[in-house]
């Protein structure tokens, strides 16, 4: 393999940003990593897993998917941003020929964060609402705001109704009565839940039927708060030390609610029985389990795609990122359990008191953001419980909104280097058309319909996996990959542990992309058009715009056809950014192995 510069490909040459900044803390990319762990929109999906199976029967499965491919896809992604110091549109200079992916990723990044937002939004609006003196979902308050309910809603948890009463029949006449049997199922609706509803005077809302347009103005304040938040760090906090430290701070806080809210929630009634179910698994839980492996595989990275190459670039270069990885990893299945116990804790409460007539109406996603207010009304305490709660979740959320922008700002800065005259403009910018498309999901049909979109990016960043194993362990090459991993952290890479990323990996991401197609597919049939147009650009157009650009490379080449196509897959530039470590690994490959020495490329060379 000759290694090439950007000159002799005929393109323009990489320049190294240095004013990127390194973690503060080495630690910081492990609370980083960590922190993606908070990403709900997954984890929390009816179809895609139900985690009520317990911790015998879900940490084996779990290490499974951790050992087949979510760490050694943390570990590819990770060694492509530390040995590069360059976000995930440059860290393709290992094979330019595919630095579409890079291009297709920005777009689909941005795009997940004008929906992802609602999950700071619902919670914000929740937490100014919980300090008032009386909780509205309370029922004192919910006489205030509950009128217009339907006859279907006038049975909630401030009315309890059980199948042994007399009620007229839905669809019977007005004169008519049918006497319910003790066995039958009287949906209980929850208070809070209802109250979200009120917030669109939207009585239909969760269901997909519903084509009444309708928003909040609640939830339109509040997503002007969290962009106006996110602003204020951009503009003061966003400097990669501060940033690390910022992020450093709230994951610390979020863990330390979230084991508040645990120990809290420990005595309700009921939750003696989850915690017998961690370490009693049924056959069926871990046959859920299971199924559920895929999913395990893909959620660990965050709601976008490439995090992990941003966040590695900060690191310093001799960094052991496999040890890192494995951390992450069995750290944020801690996390995931703990979310999971919150909700289970919610669902077997409103379960007991509502005699098993309980059915949330909404999807699980929002058991934690919706459901378990009306839970902590019949604590001691219930606003202080409340405005925990929707902290940790507000906190969580934020966490996540901001580690994408600040990897979405650092990937645009490390490829176009003239933007990094503007960081502040383009920043503020950037920020604002994002903030202005997330309104659309403060309405009923954005909060109804958004899981499509969820599943959208899904489907594509599995498939984006996949290519990426291509590139990285096929196109690059196993024994480059080898020997640059033992080069940047003095650690050989087992070639049984490159097989089972070239095999193993493969099938499960493959498995994980299937039953994501099945999913979106399902999504779409019951969603708008406005959804339907925006598959298309998540699902569609990457798989023609990333062939695109390849093609578009190659005719900017010149030579034959094998030609071209040999040097645009050779990596460019592709060398640590660091003097001293360029001129170790120059002396480590060999001046032969080099068309000519590697030099720093000056702003004045473009």
């Not at 393999?1 to 973690?23: A, L, T």
């Not at 609602?118 to 003196?133: D, G, N, R």
């Not at 939830?219 to 760090?233: E, G, N, Q, R, Y």
């Not at 599995?462 to 590139?471: D, G, Q, S």
Request: charged share 15%.
């Amino acid at each position: 393999m000759v290694y090439e510069s950007s000159y002799e490909s005929g393109r323009q040459p990489f320049v190294p940003d240095k004013k990127r900044g390194r973690w503060s803390n080495p630690n910081d990319f492990i609370y980083a990593g960590l922190s993606l762990a908070f990403r709900v929109d997954i984890f929390s999906m009816t179809w895609f897993l139900s985690m009520e199976s317990g911790v015998v029967s879900f940490l084996p499965i779990y290490l499974i998917s951790l050992a087949a491919y979510t760490i050694p896809f943390i570990v590819i992604q990770s060694f492509m941003g530390q040995f590069s110091s360059s976000g995930f549109i440059s860290a393709f200079r290992l094979s330019p020929l595919f630095k579409g992916i890079g291009y297709v990723t920005l777009v689909m990044n941005i795009c997940v964060l004008s929906y992802y937002s609602i999950f700071a939004t619902v919670p914000l609006m929740y937490m100014f609402a919980s300090m008032k003196p009386t909780l509205p979902w309370s029922c004192e308050g919910f006489k205030s705001w509950a009128q217009n309910l339907t006859e279907d809603q006038e049975i909630n948890l401030c009315n309890m109704k059980f199948g042994n009463l007399t009620e007229p029949h839905e669809g019977s006449g007005s004169g008519s009565n049918e006497t319910f049997s003790d066995d039958t199922f009287v949906n209980h609706h929850i208070p809070s839940v209802l109250y979200f509803h009120s917030l669109f005077h939207d009585l239909n809302l969760f269901n997909y039927d519903d084509v009444e347009f309708s928003m909040s103005w609640q939830l339109i304040v509040c997503a002007l708060l969290v962009w106006t938040i996110v602003a204020v760090v951009v503009y003061k906090l966003f400097k990669t030390e501060t940033f690390g430290a910022l992020i450093r701070y709230c994951v610390w806080t979020t863990l330390g609610l979230l084991g508040f809210l645990l120990i809290r929630f420990s005595f309700l009634p009921g939750a003696k029985a989850i915690y017998g179910h961690l370490f009693v698994p049924s056959l069926k839980d871990i046959a859920m389990g299971f199924a559920a492996i895929p999913i395990y595989g893909v959620s660990p990275f965050g709601p976008g795609w490439g995090l992990f190459i941003t966040l590695s670039s900060y690191n310093q270069f001799k960094t052991n990122i496999i040890k890192s990885s494995w951390i992450i990893g069995l750290g944020q299945f801690f996390l995931i359990l703990g979310l999971d116990l919150l909700m289970n804790f919610t669902e077997i409460y409103l379960r007991g008191i509502t005699d098993n007539n309980y059915y949330s109406q909404v999807e699980s996603i929002w058991t934690l953001y919706l459901s378990t207010g009306s839970v902590m009304v019949d604590m001691p305490w219930p606003n202080l419980w409340s405005i925990l709660l929707y902290l940790m979740l507000f906190l969580g959320a934020m966490i996540l909104i901001l580690i994408q922008l600040h990897s979405i700002l650092t990937a645009i800065y490390d490829e176009f280097a003239s933007l990094r005259e503007k960081k502040l403009e383009v920043s503020m910018i950037l920020v604002g058309v994002i903030a202005a498309a997330s309104l659309y999901f403060a309405s009923n049909h954005g909060i109804t319909y958004f899981t499509a979109l969820a599943v959208d990016t899904y489907t594509t960043q599995t498939a984006i996996n996949l290519l990426l194993i291509f590139v990285v362990l096929w196109v690059y090459g196993r024994v480059r990959f080898q020997r640059d991993i033992e080069f940047m952290i003095n650690q050989r890479l087992s070639t049984w542990s490159i097989n089972i990323l070239r095999f193993v990996a493969p099938l499960g991401m493959l498995m994980a992309l299937l039953l994501g197609i099945f999913i979106a597919f399902y999504e779409h049939m019951i969603s708008n058009a406005i959804f339907a147009v925006l598959a298309i650009i998540f699902i569609v157009l990457p798989w023609l715009c990333i062939p695109g650009y390849a093609v578009h490379l190659m005719l900017q080449s010149f030579g034959s056809f094998k030609t071209r196509f040999h040097r645009c897959c050779h990596p460019t530039d592709w060398y640590p950014t660091e003097t001293e470590d360029r001129q170790r690994y120059e002396e480590a490959m060999g001046n032969m192995e080099i068309t000519h020495q590697l030099h720093e490329v000056g702003e004045e060379m473009l």
